[in-house]
């Protein structure tokens, strides 16, 4: 594995998920990860619900927009090693093909966005995508990435999505 790894967080409309996974990767991986997200079927804005939940954290929201996964998949796009799909409709679709042949692995959440009911139900539902988001990522840096071989490593990524 190399030293340096880029990773690409997908949700069908890239506007809360896949946008929060990207901020946090952003924050905890460095110096040794690069973090991107899109969407399938991008909305075009990002919730603010999910950036309020970044501010709160003390997280970047710079350059933060929804985009889709076609920027990602052109052959002169970066070389992904790791694709983590958030959202299970983004997991039923048919993916393009990336760039570096990179591992994929389904990290299912709940939709904050699809929550109906009081504001502070939504904010819950989004807080709680968050720290599902932030447990899974960070178990994920404390992997051994260069002393695992591919097949145990691509285990490892897959056990990390049922936690």
């Not at 969407?39 to 619900?49: N, Q």
């Not at 959202?87 to 299912?108: F, I, S």
């Amino acid at each position: 594995m190399p030293a340096h790894y880029k990773v690409l967080f997908l949700c069908t409309g890239n506007s809360a998920r896949s946008i929060m996974a990207e901020a946090i990767m952003k924050r905890k991986g460095v110096p040794y990860f690069t973090a991107y997200s899109a969407g399938s079927h991008p909305s075009g804005i990002v919730r603010p619900e999910a950036l309020h939940q970044l501010e709160i954290a003390g997280l970047s929201t710079a350059g933060l927009y929804s985009k889709s996964w076609n920027e990602f998949a052109a052959s002169d796009s970066p070389r992904l090693n790791f694709v983590f799909t958030v959202c299970d409709n983004a997991a039923k679709e048919v993916c393009p093909l990336w760039p570096g042949q990179p591992m994929t692995a389904h990290w299912g959440v709940p939709d904050p966005a699809a929550v109906q009911g009081t504001p502070e139900e939504i904010e819950r539902a989004f807080r709680e995508a968050f720290s599902i988001l932030d447990r899974r990522i960070s178990l994920f840096l404390c992997l051994p990435l260069s002393s695992l071989d591919q097949f145990a490593l691509q285990k490892e990524i897959d056990e990390i999505g049922r936690q």
